[in-house]
């Protein structure tokens, strides 16, 4: 929890609340369904919640705006996120029953209002979105492939609206035909050795007419 409070020391006493119930939800859940790797569930703060804040530090969701999670597996990066902007509407989709059971649970948990979950491919889901937030779940080109036309046109963001995807490594390659596409390093903001090759990519969605 101290890796949390360190980079984000304003929050509420509910915000608290729910940071603080957060681990031993997930522990309590992993031993009957494991969504979490055994080692990281004792560095969840970590490797967990604060690497899924680190969008917050590229972007602070407005009241009132919607964000999907695409591939969330047990809740991540959507559930930190749906902590820290209580008033932005979350929808977290995984293809993965198993995985949307746990995601549930916890968002009962916390008494979370803000988030919905779908178990369900994301070509499935007929919305729009301001943002669509994942943690590297497929290579760039397919993830645009899979979230075609469910961002919303209108902007009210400092960022344009688009995707925020947490990765990692090298990602020069996987980039080159995304001339918008802009890279956050999170050493920039976390100074913990997890975060070294941890990047934050903001793709805005270019649309025609």
């Not at 969701?61 to 047990?74: E, I, N, R």
């Not at 293809?95 to 499935?124: A, D, F, W």
Request: charged content about 30%; aromatic content about 10%.
């Amino acid at each position: 929890m101290k890796e949390v409070l360190k980079y984000f020391p304003d929050l509420t006493e509910d915000q608290l609340e729910k940071f603080t119930k957060l681990k031993d939800l997930y522990k309590d859940w992993n031993l009957k369904i494991n969504v979490v790797s055994r080692k990281d569930i004792d560095e969840i703060y970590l490797r967990h919640a604060l690497h899924s804040l680190g969008i917050a530090k590229v972007q602070q969701f407005q009241p009132g705006s919607t964000v999907m999670d695409v591939g969330t597996g047990g809740g991540f990066p959507g559930i930190p996120l749906a902590i820290l902007f209580p008033e932005t509407q979350f929808h977290l989709v995984d293809s993965i029953g198993k995985k949307i059971k746990v995601v549930n649970e916890v968002k009962e948990g916390l008494g979370l209002e803000n988030v919905k979950t779908s178990n369900c491919r994301v070509e499935e889901i007929d919305e729009q979105y301001d943002f669509i937030v994942s943690r590297a779940v497929a290579q760039m080109e397919t993830f645009v492939r899979w979230v075609k036309g469910k961002i919303k046109k209108k902007s009210n963001h400092e960022l344009k609206n688009g995707i925020l995807y947490l990765k990692g490594g090298d990602l020069s390659e996987e980039l080159a035909k995304y001339e918008t596409a802009k890279i956050y390093n999170l050493s920039d903001y976390f100074e913990e050795d997890f975060f070294e090759t941890k990047k934050v990519v903001h793709l805005p969605m270019k649309f025609k007419g």
